[in-house]
């Protein structure tokens, strides 16, 4: 049994297929792959886009979604093996992710790190713990990688580049300002599927701090050496931009601070010129700008970018239906 916790796990033939399929479900919307078929959206955390775009996928294949939210509409889940559940929670995912996986064919996870100790959220636990007990094919909805939107920012990128690989291309992505220290996942992200496909990266942040955990800059490393593309991180904002064909934008907490925020906060507002602005991507070679969304505008990236012909994010918010729709399909085999 195959699930999708991560793009890494997935080889590049996988991962084409899964775009092509996408690419296929934009032209055609309906289809009957899910008929008769099930799946569990269990968020732990808010949702627009995934919500959405996984409910609406599923009914589009002749499927059913059901959303589940632990601690709100379902009961809380206690994750550690071995405890006496004496607190709060009223389940261990040992029953909750075997009885789900009775009913359904397919759970989906959305679970954000604590953001109190990295050294714990990094482990996934929430996500890996479903994995262990489900008998059912599991999906990463956002934990601490977002291998979604992975998917749909790539087939944003292919459909604008017209080609399968980014070879040649200069991509950066870049930390930008936000008032709260947001999760690392969609960076995390950013930098395994571009990597992959083979683009030069620039990891553009404002301090040594900021740069990714190791299992993800390795993850860059190990990617370009197979894909032909390079990867380096940067902390000069202009000589990152110029020339740059794609422009990714995601604010994140530094990993040295999680638990410590009160100092990490006064470094993050030092470098609110990290804004994506007209003048910045005027440095690049007609760069298109795209973010996962949800984004505040000018304060992530200005009115101007957001609004311009060369911001693609709403056509990737879209290719997150296509994509989820694809992966859906290929995890139960049709
Ligand atoms: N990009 C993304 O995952 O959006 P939501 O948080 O709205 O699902």
């Not at 990128?157 to 930008?176: A, P, S």
């Not at 056509?315 to 296509?322: I, T």
Request: hydrophobic share 40%.
């Amino acid at each position: 049994m195959k699930h999708f916790l991560n793009t890494q796990d997935w080889t590049r033939a996988e991962l084409d297929a899964v775009l092509a399929q996408a690419a296929a479900f934009k032209r055609e919307k309906l289809g009957d792959q899910l008929k008769g078929r099930s799946i569990a959206l269990v968020f732990f955390n808010p949702s627009l886009r995934t919500r959405t775009s996984f409910e609406l996928g599923a009914f589009q294949l002749g499927g059913h979604a059901v959303v589940l939210q632990p601690g709100k509409d379902a009961w809380p889940i206690e994750f550690k093996p071995g405890t006496v559940m004496d607190g709060e929670a009223e389940e261990h995912i040992a029953e909750v992710a075997r009885v789900l996986s009775r009913y359904v064919d397919l759970i989906a996870v959305r679970a954000f790190p604590k953001f109190q100790d990295w050294s714990v959220d990094r482990e996934d636990s929430v996500l890996k713990s479903f994995a262990k007990y489900s008998t059912v094919p599991v999906i990463n909805l956002e934990t601490i990688t977002h291998p979604c939107q992975e998917l749909a920012h790539a087939l944003a990128l292919q459909e604008h580049f017209g080609t399968r690989d980014l070879r040649g291309k200069k991509y950066v992505l870049t930390w930008t300002y936000h008032p709260k220290p947001l999760n690392t996942a969609v960076a995390n992200s950013a930098l395994t599927i571009a990597t992959r496909l083979g683009a030069d990266v620039t990891l553009l942040c404002p301090t040594p701090e900021y740069a990714l955990d190791q299992r993800y800059l390795g993850w860059a490393k190990d990617n370009v050496a197979e894909s032909g593309g390079s990867f380096r991180i940067s902390h000069d904002v202009e000589e990152a931009y110029r020339g740059a064909h794609v422009v990714y934008a995601k604010s994140w907490g530094a990993i040295p601070y999680f638990g410590r925020w009160e100092q990490e906060k006064p470094i993050r507002d030092a470098h609110k010129h990290f804004i994506v602005d007209e003048a910045k991507m005027a440095l690049t070679d007609n760069g298109v700008f795209s973010h996962c969304l949800p984004l505040r505008r000018n304060v992530k990236a200005t009115d101007a970018v957001m609004d311009s012909p060369a911001c693609i994010a709403i056509e990737e918010a879209e290719n997150r239906l296509h994509v989820q729709k694809a992966v859906m399909a290929a995890l139960v085999g049709r």
